[in-house]
């Protein structure tokens, strides 16, 4: 007999469902264990706080057993830097003999792992990080996340539809950031519009005064604008209202990242009115969905799921399906079983595509509005059943 001590959850309050996994004894051969690399520590924590959340409520819900076998989270903190990503993916896969590997907050992090799942033929579950071509870089990659292309067209859509032409694009200069301005440049300008500037900005920015005054200066009739959702999203917004962008007349549209429920009600009246296209909004009306905001709300302090959350949920429910399936083998046999599943999420229906191993989605337009005193991401549109784009190009 040995005691799960494995489980780093030492740091953070906001992990304790997960520590309460791991206080029974269990026997090794009685566990499958399940390496999970999510930022706990550092500028992007907020990602590993909302990913555990979800992964936290799924095995509370359905229970930690399956094919008789007790699953084992092992909680590893990379901190948001890549090599820490792919050192403790390495030790995981090597002295802990994970299962499975997941999380994977941001792009540069997936990207550094996947040969490492490659190599030891470990499904590598990615719960977050959303540059297209992440699914790419391994046969054992499967995503429960998003793409960037995926979720930038309904916006792009709805920018000419609404006779909005000429546009300055403003991102994060890293993947998902060159992702998301080439799909919202390539839907444009098929349609007729302009892009009058292409910027980019470091991925961690905390004055965008000098990127807002160049908007300024290009008059354009809208911004895109692709950044990582969560504190910097609400800075961003706050200065983007300061330096009167929108009393310029300039509307500011984007993926639903800018707008992140985790952070939505900091940025107070400022973020009124935003148009964004996403997968997920905690304001969903599904009965599941409530749900979900309720329990994720009741375990974790009122907290509020945004899309990262249902991604973990949803990794987890892909993962455990899987190993139902195989009885609980990991492997090429793991990553098939996944492959082709399909659910109700709370963000809608979901599939598993079995050619790509990425998720096809429903994407939706939102506004945010105030309902009840609190500002949600309200869905007025959707388009059902979205494939990555990206993937074709
Ligand atoms: C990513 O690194 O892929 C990423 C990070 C933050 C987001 C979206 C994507 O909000």
Known sequence: MRTKTSLVCSVLAGFTALAALAAT????????????????????????????????LYLAEHGATVAGKTVEILLKDDAGLPDNSRR?????????KVAVLAGFGLTPQAFSSASI???SKTPMV???AATSSVTEKSPFIVRTSMTLPQVTGGVAEWAYKNKITRVVTLVSDFAPGIDAEKSFK????????????????????ADFAPYLQRVMDAKPEAVFVFLPAGSSAAVFMKQFSERGLGKAGIRLLGTGDIVDDDVLND???AALGTITSHHYSAAHPSAMNKKFVEAIGKAQNGMRPNFMAVAGYDGMHVIMEGLKATRGAGGEALVNAMKGQIFESPRGQVLI??????IVQDVYLRK???LNGKLYNVEFDVEKFVKDPGKSR
């Open 267 to 269: 940025m107070g009246d």
């Open 25 to 56: 004894p269990v026997r090794a051969a009685d566990t499958i264990k399940i390496g999970l690399i999510v930022p706990v520590t550092g500028p992007f924590s907020y990602m590993g706080r909302q990913i555990t959340a979800g992964v936290s």
């Open 88 to 96: 403790l993916a390495q030790e995981l896969v090597v002295n802990d």
């Open 126 to 128: 990615v719960m977050q």
């Open 353 to 358: 595509d079995a050619q790509t191993r990425d």
């Open 368 to 370: 945010v509005e105030r």
């Open 186 to 205: 390539d839907h444009l300008t098929a349609n007729g519009g302009q892009i009058l500037a292409a910027l980019r900005m470091p991925m961690i920015t």
């Open 117 to 119: 799942a490659t190599q």
